[in-house]
């Protein structure tokens, strides 16, 4: 069965940092492309950041330079760290996979998602 199960979540000033994990049980294949997606109320989802199974990413230019992917095969668990947090990033956060190789900031190349993690950044 597959799962996405993610976490980290949660409130913070402007300025500060969150890691936020997305733990994967259930892939089909060992290594997956996995992405960043996040919704605000009243806007529509969008990319942050993916990594591709050769282990290449990708952010988007709202966050570059303040957030970064990266994986742990192991556990097996994806992580977006996020720094220098702002107001603008509040959203919920979802974690999700493509079992194909679709265009990975598109959300229909995603063909699971998990249920999200709130990320709130205050002023």
């Known amino acids: 069965q597959v799962k996405l199960a993610e976490s980290g979540g949660g409130l913070v000033q402007a300025g500060e940092s969150l890691r936020l994990s997305c733990a994967h049980t259930?892939?089909?294949?060992?290594?997956?492309?996995m992405g960043w997606f996040r919704q605000a109320p009243g806007k529509d989802r969008e990319f942050v950041a993916a990594?591709?199974?050769?282990?290449?990413?990708y952010v988007a230019d709202s966050v570059k330079g303040r957030f970064t992917i990266y994986s742990d095969n192991a556990k097996p668990t994806i992580y977006l760290q996020m720094n220098s947090l702002k107001p603008e990033d509040t959203a919920l956060y979802y974690c999700?996979?493509?079992w194909g190789s679709g265009t990975y900031y598109y959300p229909p190349s995603y063909d699971f998602w998990g249920q999200g993690t709130q990320v709130i950044v205050s002023t």
């Open positions: 999700a996979v493509d």
């Open positions: 259930g892939l089909p294949f060992s290594l997956n492309n």
């Open positions: 990594i591709r199974r050769n282990n290449v990413t």
